[in-house]
């Protein structure tokens, strides 16, 4: 009974604990808002060649997009619907992991994760109330799995930002089927102006982290394509700069909350396409994957979303 209250109590610190990642994250972020947001504006200046005023319009109207974007995450239907998933929200990789050793993967993606938000506090700078900074290392190392305390949950779950208005959401490399998050998500949310992993091997990779407030940060760092896509997409022009926009030109975001099936998402978007295919794809999918018809697959998402008050479309 001991062991089960404490266990209840440190998945209740590691919650906290995640949204004090994200205000930790906020403050270093805002120091530098100022000079952040003059090189924004100086970068759509240099990128779409305008003048002074142009540039002013420009910037207000790009944040604005980027504020507005909605969030995704993208998947295969055929897999997350395989069967009808389980538990009442969206897990993370450390949640969803077996015990024992760590593989590769999440070895990769503890490295990236503390290069952003630094979680073990290796040199002791971490900005904040010494009692916060403690609460965040002890639960949130990951320390390659001998941490005893650490909380899988504080770690992010990830989505991306559809600042191109793309019709198969925006990440459609990980599946032409998405959700659609709730706005509130994204402000307990950071990005970044790529796929995390390309920030590997960047020593100011924590410097490059934007969030709600301060998504100028993204200007600043994101690729020329993916600004001319955002000054297209605020002229009408969705369509034009999609096929320059490849795996890696999208705004990565990490969702320092839960992810509720019922509170968290609007809605989600099938794509026909995985639905015609389910049972060829589905029978060449190892366990624990069943092969699947798409009537079968149809009635799957359709149940969840009955049972989740879930808007469902199919695109």
């Known amino acids: 009974m001991i062991g089960n209250q404490l266990h209840e109590r440190n998945e209740v610190l590691g919650r906290l604990a995640a949204s004090d990642v994200a205000s930790l994250k906020h403050n270093e972020i805002n120091a530098t808002s100022l000079g952040d947001e003059v090189k924004a ?3 759509i200046r240099e990128v779409l060649g305008v003048g002074v005023s142009d540039a002013k319009r420009k910037y207000t109207r790009i944040i604005k997009r980027l504020r507005e974007a909605d969030l995704t995450i ?3 239907a055929y897999k997350f619907f395989n069967t009808a998933p389980q538990g009442p929200g969206y897990s993370n990789i450390f949640e969803r992991a077996k015990k024992g050793s760590p593989d590769k993967y999440m070895r990769d993606r503890d490295d990236i994760e503390e290069k952003l938000f630094d979680y073990s506090d290796p040199y002791g700078q971490k900005r904040g109330s010494q009692d916060i900074v403690k609460r965040i290392k002890s ?3 990951f ?3 001998s941490n005893a305390d650490f909380q899988p949950g504080l770690r992010p779950r990830y989505a991306a930002l559809n600042y191109a208005g793309l019709h198969n959401g925006a990440a459609s490399m990980y599946g032409l089927s998405y959700v ?3 706005p509130h ?3 307990n949310a950071t990005f970044v102006h790529t796929d995390s992993f390309n920030l590997a091997r960047d020593f100011y ?8 407030h301060h998504l100028h940060r993204l200007v600043v760092n994101m690729d020329e394509n993916m600004l001319r896509a955002l000054d297209a997409h605020n002229a009408g022009q ?3 700069f999609a096929g320059h926009l490849d795996g890696d030109c999208y705004i990565e975001t990490q969702l320092h909350s839960g992810v509720n099936f019922y509170r968290d998402i609007e809605m989600i978007c099938i794509a026909q396409s995985e639905l015609n295919e389910a049972e060829q794809k589905t029978r060449a999918l190892p366990k624990p994957y069943v092969p699947i018809t798409k009537a079968h697959l149809k009635y799957n998402f359709e149940q969840f979303g009955r049972q989740h008050g879930i808007r469902i479309a199919i695109i």
């Open 205 to 212: 990779a924590g410097e490059k982290v934007a969030n709600y």
């Open 238 to 240: 969705r369509a034009t």
């Open 143 to 145: 320390a390659g799995g």
């Open 41 to 43: 504006f100086g970068r």
């Open 139 to 141: 639960l949130g190392s």
């Open 74 to 76: 993208n998947f295969l």
């Open 185 to 187: 998500i994204k402000h």
């Open 180 to 182: 659609v998050l709730k």
